[in-house]
């Protein structure tokens, strides 16, 4: 058995947490998540910060093909023609989180923790991220963080998607009115 990695809460996780939180409140906005690598993570983090029982509405965890198709209607043709981390795949996951909850804004999160490359061939350490609002604002992201490590790969991809979350929840404030529609890579 290879060696176990364990991805920790720590309080900075939770402070971040608790700004989206607090910032979703102002705004008067519920969040949901839909996770796959990060196996309900980000939700449990988001469930520490203060008032989340008002704000976050809950998350689906789906780490297989199979699971993102029943339960966020994900289409296996989709899953098929882009893989599964993908940032069409992301999106589809975060529409699925929103169509089947009442929340406002929902944040996918699909990508590879390793230790290995998925079935598909996708590497180690790619991620995509998607937040979409109801109001139809969308926000993808990718971040290739590399063989960290699944702990590390997993913290990195909840501090990510609290960053993600806290720019969607925050959308409507840019001054130009727009948002950003291309993905963006760090």
């Given at each position: 058995?290879?060696?176990?990695?364990?991805t920790?809460i720590?309080?900075?996780?939770?402070?971040?947490?608790a700004?989206?939180?607090?910032?979703?409140?102002?705004?008067?906005?519920?969040?949901?998540?839909?996770e796959?690598?990060?196996?309900?993570?980000?939700a449990a983090?988001?469930?520490?910060?203060?008032?989340?029982?008002?704000?976050?509405?809950?998350?689906?965890?789906?780490?297989?093909?199979?699971?993102?198709?029943?339960?966020?209607?994900?289409?296996?043709?989709?899953?098929?023609r882009?893989?599964?981390?993908?940032?069409?795949?992301?999106?589809a996951?975060?529409?699925?989180?929103?169509?089947?909850?009442?929340?406002?804004?929902?944040?996918?999160?699909?990508?590879?923790?390793?230790?290995?490359?998925?079935?598909?061939?996708?590497?180690?350490?790619?991620?995509?991220?998607?937040?979409?609002?109801?109001?139809g604002?969308?926000?993808?992201?990718v971040h290739?963080?590399?063989?960290?490590?699944r702990?590390?790969?997993?913290?990195?991809?909840?501090?990510?998607?609290?960053?993600?979350?806290?720019?969607?929840?925050?959308?409507?404030?840019?001054?130009?009115?727009?948002?950003?529609?291309?993905?963006?890579?760090?």
């Amino acid at each position: 058995m290879p060696p176990l990695e364990v991805t920790p809460i720590d309080l900075s996780l939770v402070r971040r947490a608790a700004e989206v939180i607090a910032r979703a409140g102002r705004d008067g906005l519920a969040l949901a998540t839909a996770e796959s690598c990060t196996g309900g993570l980000l939700a449990a983090v988001l469930s520490e910060a203060p008032g989340a029982g008002r704000w976050f509405q809950g998350g689906f965890v789906v780490y297989t093909k199979a699971q993102k198709t029943v339960a966020l209607g994900v289409s296996a043709e989709l899953l098929a023609r882009e893989t599964a981390v993908s940032p069409a795949v992301a999106r589809a996951m975060a529409e699925g989180a929103l169509a089947r909850s009442t929340a406002d804004v929902a944040i996918a999160v699909t990508g590879v923790a390793g230790p290995a490359c998925d079935e598909d061939g996708n590497p180690v350490g790619l991620v995509h991220l998607a937040a979409v609002r109801r109001d139809g604002v969308a926000l993808p992201r990718v971040h290739r963080f590399g063989a960290l490590g699944r702990g590390d790969i997993r913290y990195r991809t909840v501090e990510a998607a609290l960053a993600l979350l806290l720019e969607a929840v925050g959308a409507t404030d840019r001054d130009d009115g727009r948002t950003p529609s291309r993905p963006t890579t760090d």
